[in-house]
């Protein structure tokens, strides 16, 4: 079972710049996809962007251009860079990894706030 601790959310303004992190508590190498997904308040969760095992990205439309998944496996940690942050991404964020190929099983960590103010 894999443990994922997220941090550096917070507040900022419009335009402005934050990086999440996410730490795991074991090597994320054999890790299938790991992401970072996003709820706002009444609304459903939703994908942001994932990192597969090889190093390809993908991200949600809304965010590209702006936000960059990385992940350092030495570190075990997963980031996410956030820039040209709007109020529309004010939402809890979500660490994400998927093991397994067959039954695939997902965990999450405990999530951080990102608010961004206009």
């Known amino acids: 079972q894999v443990q994922l601790v997220e941090s550096g959310g917070g507040s900022v303004q419009a335009g402005g710049s934050l990086r999440l992190s996410c730490a795991a508590s074991?090597?994320?190498?054999?890790?299938?996809?790991m992401g970072w997904y996003r709820q706002a308040p009444g609304k459903e969760r939703e994908l942001v962007a994932n990192?597969?095992?090889?190093?390809?990205?993908n991200y949600a439309d809304s965010v590209k251009g702006r936000f960059t998944i990385s992940r350092d496996i030495a570190k075990k940690t997963l980031y996410l860079e956030m820039n040209s942050l709007t109020p529309e991404d004010t939402a809890a964020y979500y660490c994400?990894?998927?093991?397994?190929?067959?039954?695939?099983?997902?965990?999450w960590g405990q999530g951080t706030q990102v608010t961004v103010s206009s």
């Open positions: 994400n990894a998927r093991l397994g190929l067959i039954s695939p099983t997902d965990y």
């Open positions: 990192i597969l095992s090889g190093g390809s990205t």
């Open positions: 074991e090597s994320i190498v054999r890790i299938r996809v």
